[in-house]
């Protein structure tokens, strides 16, 4: 059967986790929330800086409202979990030792760290913009822009459920939302190839970088594997 692309991580983490005692309700349930919190930081943060975007292209005019939506996601899932953790308590299943119930607070946390996070993004965003454009603007002139660039690509990705990490997605948004930018030293081609140059090495830098590390957390905090040790008690008796 198809599964979304999306779909794929939370799998991916109720299947690796699993093998460490972790439950598969919990480990899907937390990390839809955390899918979700860090999409609404992308959407809040990409609903406050479009008017440092600059003029809105055509392609994009309309996202206003589909980012609201999304920064909502988090709290409408929390207000279903609410209602599912009082349904399965008061049946005392033994799905409710195991349920997960964040705490608004927590969500607030949640929101606050993927905020941090886009903020990094967005800087290395700026940084690859300073690294391929011939004369970049300074980064302190252009970083609210890069940021709010990064959410609504990052945001795009997410709400294409058939894009695997956004592929594909993030790369067009990125290519819309830069060309206008190089428009007034390049043609209008050249400066949609210049912002399709930008995305392409974003991606790939992303993507070395993260095989890198996952491969150092890997074989740093791997668990070794523990061989059956007979029982001597049963063998001495």
């Given at each position: 059967k198809y599964v979304p692309g999306k779909a794929w991580v939370i799998l991916m983490?109720?299947?690796m986790l699993r093998h460490h005692g972790g439950h598969p309700l919990p480990v899907a349930i937390t990390a839809t929330y955390e899918t979700l919190t860090s999409m609404a930081a992308g959407a809040i943060l990409a609903v406050l800086l479009l008017p440092h975007l600059g003029v809105m292209p055509v392609e994009l005019?309309?996202?206003s409202s589909a980012l609201l939506a999304v920064a909502l996601l988090p709290l409408a899932l929390l207000a279903v979990n609410r209602v599912a953790?009082?349904?399965?308590?008061?049946?005392r299943s033994t799905?409710?030792?195991v349920w997960p119930d964040p705490s608004i607070g927590l969500l607030a946390q949640g929101l606050l760290q993927g905020v941090i996070g886009y903020a990094f993004l967005g800087l290395s965003l700026a940084f690859t913009i300073q690294a391929v454009v011939p004369s970049p603007t300074?980064?302190?002139q252009t970083y609210s822009a890069d940021l709010g660039c990064i959410a609504v690509a990052y945001v795009a990705g997410f709400v294409v459920l058939v894009a695997p990490g956004?592929?594909?997605v993030r790369e067009w948004v990125l290519q819309v939302l830069l060309t206008p930018r190089f428009l007034e030293s390049l043609d209008p081609e050249a400066a949609s190839g210049l912002a399709v140059i930008i995305a392409l090495v974003l991606r790939l830098t992303w993507t070395v970088s993260e095989v890198i590390?996952?491969?150092?957390?890997?074989f740093a905090y791997r668990?070794?594997?523990r061989p059956h040790q007979p029982d001597l008690h049963s063998h001495a008796s």
């Open positions: 983490r109720v299947g005019s309309g996202t953790t009082r349904i399965i308590s008061r049946r799905i409710a030792k300074a980064l302190a956004g592929l594909g590390l996952g491969l150092v957390l890997y668990i070794p594997h």
